[in-house]
């Protein structure tokens, strides 16, 4: 916790975004008492093929602090999954008076509404990033279609923007809290298998650092890029992740792992 700590000596906006999202893991956790090792599962009545799912953090925090999200996802269809918790380089962030800290790509205001600017030239550099992430996975074994990218506020921005410019089809995008972080422009880049990767975006109502209007204004940019999405408003949270969200991202994306042939 020290590091949070001294990221809220800094702006108090960017304690919003690791601190909160920190507590929220710990308490999914302390609500799931009986939640077993993935280890532990028993072997599911299909051979399950090996798949991935990338998890990218918001501003300020870290791989490791998010790991405990994968105690969650304890159905035997996550057997054969791989876990992946990155953390973002430490840059200078516009919005924290230049200060260093862990962050995929410049930050310009807080909160961030759907009128924000964007680094764009910072965002299309860290997509090359999870690009290679996902290439690696992929020489490894596993079928894009079995590869999940998962984000929350600037990891979820970042997931939005590496599954839609990845040229071939993933098993899905699941976007918390995050924003589009680009202009329409961008439409043109993405290819015709990346448009049928299924994206998830959930967003709490009362969240006032990602502003609730900039996540809505996602699935109508999608919509015009011909790509499908599932947005999901959750009244009363704010800027964090709940149970209700994960335990929606264990059955999106079991619904969608394929089985070894």
Not at 61 to 80: C, H, M, Q, V, Y
Not at 202 to 212: K, L
């Amino acid at each position: 916790m020290n590091s949070y700590r001294s990221v809220s000596a800094l702006v108090k906006p960017i304690a919003v975004l690791a601190v909160t999202f920190s507590s929220t893991i710990f308490f999914v956790l302390l609500s799931n008492p009986k939640t077993q090792p993935l280890s532990q599962s028993r072997e599911p009545g299909g051979s399950m093929a090996r798949s991935f799912v990338l998890w990218l953090h918001g501003l300020g925090d870290s791989g490791p602090a998010n790991e405990p999200i994968k105690s969650l996802f304890t159905s035997p269809e996550f057997r054969n999954t791989v876990w992946s918790f990155p953390s973002a380089p430490s840059t200078p962030v516009t919005c924290n008076n230049g200060a260093v800290m862990p962050s995929w790509f410049d930050l310009h205001e807080i909160p961030v509404t759907a009128d924000s600017p964007n680094d764009e030239s910072g965002v299309l550099k860290a997509v090359q990033n999870v690009h290679a992430m996902i290439e690696k996975e992929v020489a490894a074994g596993t079928h894009p279609d079995n590869i999940f990218v998962c984000g929350f506020s600037q990891g979820g921005a970042l997931t939005l923007a590496s599954v839609l410019l990845y040229p071939r089809a993933l098993g899905g995008g699941a976007v918390f809290s995050g924003w589009v972080p680009f202009n329409s422009s961008i439409i043109e880049q993405i290819s015709p298998d990346a448009k049928k990767t299924p994206i998830l975006w959930s967003h709490g109502m009362a969240d006032r650092t990602v502003i609730f209007e900039a996540g809505q204004a996602g699935p109508p940019f999608l919509e015009r890029a011909g790509i499908s999405c599932e947005f999901k408003a959750y009244p009363g949270l704010g800027h964090s992740i709940n149970n209700e969200e994960l335990r929606y991202l264990d059955s999106w994306i079991k619904a969608r792992l394929q089985s070894s042939s």
